[in-house]
């Protein structure tokens, strides 16, 4: 079967910073999303990887490793409003997204 | 703003009632989704539609079923609603269809069925 890990939930300081991880099996890969969702509110976009490598994007960045199955978020100069849910999604064989149930960040002043 | 809209926000419904969810888009979009949010639990496609005139199961349809007459409107129905439908609804949309462009999500729909 298809399957993304991520932990459930995480803790870290405002001003710090917090590396999300993603593992995946999934049937083939055309790509991995990073979604930012705001409790009670819709998921918006954050990054998209298909190559080998780190994407920086002002304080995220978004790191992934075909090979590995792997991929991780990362947020510098923590904030408060950087307080959310972050869904990692990949893009299967069949172009079918496969999501994560998602990690609860909590950030702590 | 452009964007997506889903009606209604929230909504408590008896069990066996009918139900559609409305979704519409400004932004001219090909493709668009429905997806339900459960606890602890990825986002799961129900249905998706390419483009206007055509639709597509996803992984979760049963129960479920949806129209595209054009290309801003995308409404899902439930037909006898469950207390399993019980979820979080939402509906988004991207420019080319195959997944690899950015989704753009309504604000969602919260549906409680008793």
Known sequence: GQNIDQ?????????????INCTYQTSGFNGLFWYQQHAGEAP???????????????????FLSRSKGYSY????????????????????????LIWGAGTKLIIKP | IAGITQAPTSQILA????????????????????????????????HYSNTAGTTGKGEVPDGYSVSRANTDDFPLTLASAVPSQTSVYFCASSAGSGGTGELFFGEGSRLTVL
Not at chain 2, 23 to 40: E, I, K, P, S, V
Request: contains cysteine.
């Open chain 1, 73 to 96: 978020l990362l947020l510098k100069e923590l904030q408060m409003k950087d307080s959310a849910s972050y869904l990692c999604a990949v893009l299967d064989s069949n172009y079918q």
């Open chain 1, 7 to 19: 932990p459930t939930e995480m803790t870290a300081t405002e001003g710090a910073i917090v590396q």
């Open chain 2, 15 to 46: 069990a066996g009632r009918r139900m559609t969810l409305r979704c519409t888009q400004d932004m001219r979009h090909n493709a668009m989704y429905w997806y339900r949010q459960d606890l602890g639990l990825g986002l799961r496609l129900i």
């Open chain 1, 44 to 62: 918006t976009f954050l990054s998209y990887n298909v190559l080998d490598g780190l994407e920086e994007k002002g304080r995220f960045s978004s």
